[in-house]
């Protein structure tokens, strides 16, 4: 059972350095080729860069049910963000 835990842990971990390193390199590769072309298009690809990363960041999947409607009033959420240290 422990080795199950962490061979999923392993798998979470590998998961995201690949991922990390893929953005690295595509946001990289895509600011050389902005610099090649030339100091105006390095913006357009800075803006169009974050543009995308922004996307991406909101619309990411982390795996979680989605929250049902009126599960918790705002009085719970409030209490349980006092209590968080």
Same mark, same amino acid.
């Given at each position: 059972m422990r080795l199950l835990l962490v061979r999923q842990a392993v798998h979470r971990r590998r998961?995201? !350095?690949v991922n990390a !390193?893929?953005?690295a390199t595509g946001l990289l590769g895509a600011l050389a080729g902005g610099?090649?072309?030339g100091w105006w298009c390095l913006g357009v690809v800075a803006i !169009?860069?974050?543009?995308?990363l922004l996307y991406v960041g909101?619309?990411?999947d982390d795996?979680?049910?989605l929250p049902v409607?009126?599960?918790?009033?705002?009085?719970?959420?409030l209490d349980d963000e006092r209590l968080r240290p």
């Amino acid at each position: 059972m422990r080795l199950l835990l962490v061979r999923q842990a392993v798998h979470r971990r590998r998961h995201f !350095a690949v991922n990390a !390193a893929l953005i690295a390199t595509g946001l990289l590769g895509a600011l050389a080729g902005g610099w090649v072309i030339g100091w105006w298009c390095l913006g357009v690809v800075a803006i !169009a860069e974050s543009a995308g990363l922004l996307y991406v960041g909101l619309t990411r999947d982390d795996g979680e049910q989605l929250p049902v409607r009126g599960a918790r009033t705002v009085d719970q959420v409030l209490d349980d963000e006092r209590l968080r240290p």
